[in-house]
Structure formats: C-alpha cells, structure tokens
C-alpha cells in the first residue's frame, strides 16, 4: 500500500474508536489524506487536525458522492448503535446498522475500493458460546439486536470478498477504554464511568454486578491493532468475517482494586440495571490466537498500566 496515494474516508469520526483513529490515521498518511465524517459536527478532539464533511451513513447517494469528489480509496466505518442503545430501540439499531454498512460495502464494490475497515464485537456471542477463552469459531447465537447486526454484517463482509473481491476487513472489539471521548450507549462503558466517578465523587455506582467478567481493551491497543491489520499483507489475512480481539478480562470488583490503589478512599456501590443481562450472555475472556498467529497481534496494555493511565490523562 503506497502512503502518499491513498485517500482515506472516516465514517463515525464523532464516536469514542472514530475519533482517535482519525488522529492516529492522519498522523500515519497526513492529515489532508483522511476526510473525517459524522452525522453530528465535527468533535472537539479532531476539530482543526484536517478535512472534515457532515455525512448521514444511511444516504448512499451522499456517501457515494463524497468518495468520488474527494478520490477515497479506503473507508473505515465506525458509525453504529451500540450494545444498550439498540436494546431500547431495536429496530432503529438494525437499520442504522446494517443500511450503513451495505451502503459502505456497496460503494466499495462499485468505486473499486482498496480496503474497508469495518468493527464488529464480541456481542456476537451469546449465552451458548464458551465463557472462557471463546474461540474465533464457535457456536454464535448472539441475543442482542447490537450483536445479531455484528454477526449478520461479519457474515455480509465475507460475502463482499468472496464474490466481489472487495478487501474488508474486520476485528471483533472488546470493550474500548479510553479517555479523550465519551462512549456512546454500551455495556462495557461502566469501565471507563467508574475512572469519572472516582475522580470527581471518589465513589461510582456500577450498573453490573462485582462479579461480571468481561473481554476489554486500552484504546491505545485497539488503535494500534486495527492499523496493524490493515497493513497486514492480504494474504495473512485469513478471515474477512471478523477477527477475535483480546488483551485484558476483568470484573468492576478487580478494576475498582486496582483504583483504590491509586485512591485509596475511592469506594464502589453496585446496582445491576437492564446491562446486566447483556453482560451475562458475553463471553468473560475472547482467545484471539488466529490474530496474534495471522498478523503478530500483540497487546501492551494490562489492568495496571491501563488504570494508571487513565487516571494520569484525566487527572490532566
Ligand atoms: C458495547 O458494550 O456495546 C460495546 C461492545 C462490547 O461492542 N462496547
């Protein structure tokens, strides 16, 4: 992939992962080279780093548009209804989801695109699926609407590659913490509240029980893992389905531990909302060998590091 020719269309660049990977994605190919797009105006953390235009996901024509005017030969596609939100307005969720993704994978094909970044989760499991260390391939019989999207486009985007040739490829994200954007209606985002709440109250209310285990990863990793999959050479690149991501599991009883260590007054209260039942059809820990085997996936970051650095980004 030549650096300097390629035109590079984010979708979703307002969202928590969408908004970081526009910054890391403009310091890798320059920041005239990376159009940033969302239905909202522009955020404030990529607000003045490069180009960026007002895009509705589900407006194929306007979408298409764009990357003729604009020469895009790559989109990454972080637009999507997560986890919680999808589970009060379901439908709603499977349309945004799905349309949005169609429309990307439609264009791809149609403009010869080189590359599609497109994220699914580890909601495409569900309460069938191991607990432990759930492999790349096993039983999938995901219950939310969030991950029966997720596991309808992975199939989707094999179905791209396979018959069109388009090069998509996908990583299945764990929980996703970080500090410089808020989260957007997830179950894994009592992981980051709890590092808000212990700044600001010393004390957070956590919406799961003490005891829930869930696959999570520091946004610096998820970053560093998504570039490195798209410069992956395409013949390591063994599924166009979506790869199995890990770096830490933990539970809100072991993270909020690890901040008392730093806060030793801080304090936890837990009240199990409508989450929990999200939560409980997760897998706890996600094997990802076919990613670290396939194209040398490695994560840096593990509870301690992550907690300490969170704490000294939002202490600022
Ligand atoms: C969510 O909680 O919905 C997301 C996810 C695990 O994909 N963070």
């Not at 005239?32 to 607000?47: F, G, H, K, T």
């Not at 709603?92 to 439609?106: C, F, K, R, Y």
């Not at 509240?193 to 990863?217: R, W």
């Amino acid at each position: 992939m030549d650096i300097d020719t390629e035109k590079i269309l984010v979708i979703g660049a307002g969202g928590q992962i969408g908004g970081e990977l526009t910054l890391a994605l403009r310091k890798k190919y320059g920041n005239e080279q990376v159009l940033a797009s969302d239905l909202r105006e522009q955020s404030p953390l990529i607000e003045g780093t490069g180009p960026f235009t007002t895009l509705d996901a589900l407006n194929k024509e306007a979408m298409q548009e764009i990357v003729k005017e604009h020469g895009i030969t790559q989109i990454y596609h972080l637009a999507a209804v997560l986890s919680a939100v999808g589970e009060k307005q379901p439908l709603m969720a499977w349309n945004i989801n799905m349309t949005a993704l169609l429309n990307v994978l439609e264009i791809a094909r149609e403009e010869k695109l080189k590359r599609v970044y497109w994220p699914s989760s580890i909601a495409v499991f569900g309460p069938s699926s191991p607990k432990k260390d759930c492999p790349q391939t096993t039983i999938v019989e995901p219950s939310t609407v969030y991950g029966i999207s997720k596991y309808a486009g992975e199939s989707w985007c094999n179905y791209y590659f396979e018959k069109y040739g388009v090069d998509v490829r996908s990583l299945r994200y764990p929980g996703i913490i970080s500090y410089k954007t808020p989260p957007g209606g997830g179950t894994t985002d009592y992981a980051i509240d709890i590092f808000h709440s212990a700044l600001k109250a010393g004390s957070y209310n956590c919406f799961l029980k003490e005891d829930t285990y869930l696959p999570m990863m520091y946004m610096e990793d998820a970053i560093r893992a998504t570039l490195e999959l798209m410069d992956a050479p395409l013949e390591n690149i063994k599924t166009h389905r979506s790869y199995n991501l890990s770096a830490i599991s933990f539970s809100p009883e072991e993270i909020a531990a690890e901040i008392k260590k730093h806060i030793p007054d801080f304090t936890i209260q837990y009240q199990p909302d409508f989450r929990q039942a999200i939560a409980d059809t997760w897998p706890a820990s996600i094997d990802d060998s076919e990613a670290r085997q396939d194209w040398n996936w490695q994560p840096e970051f593990d509870l301690a590091k992550m907690t300490a650095d969170m704490l000294t980004n939002l202490k600022g």
